[in-house]
């Protein structure tokens, strides 16, 4: 499950990242918060490693909103 999570977290940032120039401001912030949304969920059900991507996936929309 966390695998999943992950991947899901990877694609959500993809999508804030990747396509958030081409959305409207309301649809680019709701992407951003599905994104945090899905990391923090993914947080609690994995390893050591995992976490450690999970914050950098973090750091990348943190990145993306500056």
Known sequence: ???????????????????????????????IEVAKNVIHSAYAQSSAEEQAELQELEQQIENHLQ
């Open 1 to 31: 499950m966390a695998n999943n999570l992950l991947e899901q977290a990877r694609q959500a940032v993809n999508r804030v990242v990747e396509m958030g120039q081409n959305m409207n401001q309301a649809d680019h912030q709701k992407e």
